[in-house]
């Protein structure tokens, strides 16, 4: 099956830093890459995700870029805020029907000092 | 668009009783939901995939006779916790895909995340 890894596990940056988190995975028929931001105890939130047949998808400060040929793919947060500090979590859908189940990483938690 | 509730929030319940949660999309029909586990400071781990109308599919590990997943309708699904005990106290999480043509703001491919059920087995 499907195995999503993700780095790092920590991370600390100064308020208007960028943060970077990096997600490999191993099935090259997956198809479908979501990133979802979850804050302590509250449901994961998508907040951008990308499909095989694009590179790179840009949402206001948030972008997300993927290397089919390498399986990694990236999320790239610019102008960081407090309220960036979260747990941001990647995952990979396999290839096949629509609502085919997503495989998520292990978590990276963000945090952005004032 | 793209609602998902989960009831109850929180529960607490004495070892050897059993716990249902319910997961409703509340402004789409959802033709798959999921359900996952997350223990403190891990990742989401998905538990089963369930169909409306048809079994439930589960992952590896996962008992089907203690997780009981029931999928009536095209907007409720429910897991049912039997025998509880303390190392099933965690945080279950159910998702919901859409089927149909949803509109411009739901898309077909993307899991919405209810807000998740607090178990606690004492």
């Known amino acids: 099956g499907e195995n999503v890894e993700q780095h790092p596990s920590t991370l600390s940056v100064q308020e208007g830093d960028s943060a970077v988190i990096k997600c490999t995975y191993s099935d090259s028929a997956s198809n479908y890459f979501p990133w979802y931001k979850q804050e302590l105890g509250k449901r994961p939130q998508l907040i951008i995700d990308?499909?095989?047949?694009?590179g790179e998808k840009k949402d206001q400060r948030i972008a997300v870029t993927l290397n089919k040929t390498a399986k990694h793919f990236s999320l790239h947060i610019t102008e960081t805020q407090p309220e960036d500090s979260a747990v941001y979590f990647c995952a990979a859908r396999a290839g096949g029907t629509s609502y085919g189940k997503l495989t998520f990483g292990q978590g990276t938690i963000l945090t952005v000092h004032p | 668009g793209a609602v998902v509730s989960q009831h109850p929030s929180r529960v607490i319940c004495k070892s050897g009783t059993s716990v249902k949660i319910e997961c409703r999309s509340l402004?789409?029909?959802?033709?798959?939901m999921f359900w996952y586990r997350q223990f403190p400071k891990q990742s989401l781990m998905l538990m089963a995939t369930s169909n409306e109308g048809s079994k439930a599919t589960y992952e590896q590990g996962v008992e089907k006779d203690k997780f009981l997943i029931n999928h009536a309708s095209l907007t409720l699904s429910t897991l049912t916790v039997t025998s509880a005990h303390p190392e099933d106290s965690s945080f279950y999480i159910c998702s919901a895909a859409l089927g149909g043509s949803g509109g411009t703001r739901t898309r077909t491919d993307t899991q919405y995340f209810g807000p998740g059920t607090r178990l606690t087995v004492l």
């Open positions: 402004d789409f029909q959802a033709t798959t």
């Open positions: 990308i499909r095989s047949n694009v």
